[in-house]
């Protein structure tokens, strides 16, 4: 990526000088006033933006040339200096003024992506630590796509222990107190009495009714006990769905193309059990993944991770054990948030927000 300063008189000029060097693909990264003069004297405001072109755009443009006239282009200004390379593992990538964020991307999350390059030319340019940190703050965001709206049956799969049951809890509170919609229960979670136990008193509380479905038959059953209500949420045993004879005969007793299929994965998890889930269920139609647990851990990046994996949106993020207050539905730029608050990073932490 090549990064340059353009200063004008007006935005509106600026603009002219972007254009002229780099092209109708050029991107804006920062823009702000500033003043001109001698030690104050005669000062006056102008516009500075910084813009960017991807490099290879300037290796296809129409007029082509020999290669080696791409390599000027390419290289850093004398007064930048390049970035340094790791020996050994141990030099840093990033300037020291940028070592957060190095972390970060140091991380097992973010192994796979190539940002330091860009950063590193970006703070040399621009002396600003923020226009860093929001780099990678699109970067992140960009990721997370915009979950569709729940379909009329709202399943959630995942493994025992991910905290399906207390979720489902909480999507019924949501819809009911916040959407003001009719709600229906059905658990096919037939092996743990605990988890019916649990969903029928969360289910009491809220006056929302609640079927168990012991086999197929009771499913079709308690769906058409259900058949007036506005939504349906269903709880689903782990185990049954790493079975593709059941999973084909579930299929027979139930339309997923009016449901919303979401995996449920606990952010406490380690990476290749997260993996590892993911892979025993991918299989089926999922429409969304949904993250737990929140709460109760340090760092939650490997959302990213899993979200670039998948190519499937976040629909919900549970963030404590509170029905129904701790539910954080899957919008790109509060699910960014989350992750740098988590990360400690000031400008999105609570206090600096």
């Known amino acids: 990526m090549q990064i340059k300063k353009f200063t004008a008189k007006t935005m509106a000029e600026a603009m002219t ?26 000062a006056s405001k102008q516009v500075e933006v910084i ?36 020996v050994g593992g141990a030099a840093p990538r990033l300037h020291t003024s940028l070592q957060h964020v190095e972390a970060l991307l140091s991380t097992e999350s973010f192994a796979e992506e190539s940002w330091e390059e860009t950063l590193n030319e970006l703070y040399y340019t621009t002396k600003s630590v923020e226009a860093a940190e929001q780099y990678v703050y699109e970067q992140v965001k960009s990721s997370f796509g915009e979950p569709a709206e729940a379909k009329r049956y709202v399943m959630v799969v995942g493994p025992t222990g991910v905290g399906k049951t207390t979720t489902l809890a909480k999507l019924a509170a949501h819809f009911k107190l916040k959407e003001g919609k009719t709600v229906g229960l059905i658990t096919t979670d037939t092996y743990r009495i605990a988890a019916i136990e649990q969903l029928k008193t969360y289910a009491e509380i809220m006056s929302i009714p609640v079927e168990v479905a012991y086999d197929f038959h009771d499913f079709k059953r308690a769906k058409q006990l259900f058949a007036r209500k506005d939504i349906v949420l269903i709880d689903t045993a782990g185990r049954n769905f790493r079975d593709p004879a059941y999973v084909e005969k579930f299929h027979e007793h139930h339309d997923f193309t009016e449901t919303s299929l979401s995996l449920v994965l606990s952010l406490t998890s380690k990476m290749k059990d997260m993996d590892m889930i993911y892979s025993q269920f991918e299989s089926l139609p999922l429409s969304s993944l949904i993250f737990t647990k929140a709460d109760e851990t340090s760092d939650i990046h490997a959302m990213y991770r899993m979200v670039k994996k998948s190519g499937l949106p976040v629909a919900w993020m549970t963030d404590g054990q509170e029905v129904p207050d701790d539910l954080i539905r899957g919008d790109a730029d509060a699910l960014t948030k989350r992750l740098f608050e988590k990360e400690g990073w000031t400008r999105w932490t609570k206090q600096g927000v």
């Open 51 to 86: 813009a960017a072109l991807e490099k290879e755009q300037t290796v296809t443009k129409p007029r082509q040339s020999v290669s080696v006239q791409t390599k000027p282009i390419q290289t850093v200004s004398p007064q930048t200096p390049p970035a340094p390379r790791m």
């Open 17 to 42: 000088k972007v254009k002229q060097e780099l092209g109708d693909e050029a991107v804006i990264l920062n823009s702000r006033q500033v003043k001109t003069g001698w030690f104050g004297l005669f």
